[in-house]
């Protein structure tokens, strides 16, 4: 059965995998794009999910095209990386009020329908740096592990509307993200990945598909790495 989707930063990079990976799956895909232009073939939202208004109009223009959201992926993300002793404030909070409070606008819109259908599916975009932590990201790392302690407390509250909450843990992915870092840097990364090699965003799209299925129906506030094994342990 054909579902309503809606993927944030869905334009490109991972959240384009995810919606052409669930737009063949058969569901009704709407993606969210913050510049540029809609991907080919998908139906494209104009949307700064820092911006509660723009949240909103979106999901408007998705549900009048595709019916209630029922399966939502908060992908949008973004990277400021310096160090804590350089980092002025605005560096962290924007990276804060994107990745973290933009999941919080984007899953709290998705809700209201999902709870009216007493069924959906939440998927949320973290990253292995949530838990190991990394040098020069405190502000993406503490973005990226809030999500896994919204995500669970949102699990908990959902659990009895039959709506699931999961978390995707990405380790290294070939996207514009990880193009920005040196040559030399993502050798270095390769070697401490068990699998020696980055991941395809594709990869990472597969996941986030089962956890949309039924056949995860039973899994709720798992944060499920896709790392190469680069997090084990933690
Ligand atoms: P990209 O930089 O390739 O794409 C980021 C996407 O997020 C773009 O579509 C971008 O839109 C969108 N976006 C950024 N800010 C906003 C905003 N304020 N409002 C709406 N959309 C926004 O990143 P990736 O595909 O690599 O990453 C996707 C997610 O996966 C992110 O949350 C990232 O943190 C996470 N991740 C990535 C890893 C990697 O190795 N690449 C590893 C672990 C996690 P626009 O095109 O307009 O800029």
């Known amino acids: 059965?054909?579902?309503?989707?809606?993927?944030?930063?869905?334009?490109?990079?991972?959240?384009?995998?995810?919606?052409?990976?669930?737009?063949?799956?058969?569901?009704?895909?709407?993606?969210?794009?913050r510049s540029g232009e809609p991907p080919e073939g998908l139906?494209?939202?104009?949307?700064?999910?820092?911006?509660?208004a723009d949240v909103d109009a979106a999901f408007e223009k998705a549900e009048a095209e595709h019916g209630p959201v029922e399966v939502v992926v908060a992908n949008a993300g973004i990277t400021k990386d310096t160090l804590l002793a350089m980092m002025k404030e605005e560096t962290f909070t924007d990276v804060i009020d994107t990745n973290l409070t933009g999941a919080y606008r984007v899953v709290?819109?998705?809700?209201?329908?999902?709870?009216?259908m007493r069924r959906g599916r939440v998927v949320l975009v973290s990253s292995v740096v949530a838990m190991l932590g990394s040098a020069g990201q405190t502000n993406y790392a503490a973005s990226k592990a809030g999500l896994i302690g919204f995500g669970r407390s949102l699990a908990r509250e959902l659990g009895s509307r039959g709506i699931t909450v999961n978390i995707v843990a990405p380790g290294f992915v070939e996207t514009d993200m990880t193009a920005e870092l040196g040559a030399e840097y993502q050798e270095q990364i390769r070697k401490n990945i068990p699998l020696g090699r980055m991941a395809s965003a594709?990869?990472?799209?597969?996941?986030?598909?089962?956890?949309?299925?039924?056949?995860?129906?039973?899994v709720t506030g798992a944060v499920i790495p896709v790392d190469g094994g680069l997090g084990m342990g933690h």
């Open 1 to 33: 059965m054909s579902r309503s989707v809606l993927v944030t930063g869905g334009n490109r990079g991972i959240g384009l995998a995810i919606a052409r990976e669930l737009d063949a799956a058969g569901d009704a895909v709407a993606v969210t794009y």
């Open 43 to 52: 139906f494209g939202v104009r949307c700064d999910v820092t911006s509660a």
């Open 108 to 116: 709290k819109r998705a809700t209201r329908g999902m709870l009216r």
């Open 202 to 218: 594709q990869e990472v799209a597969r996941v986030v598909r089962f956890l949309a299925s039924d056949d995860a129906a039973y």
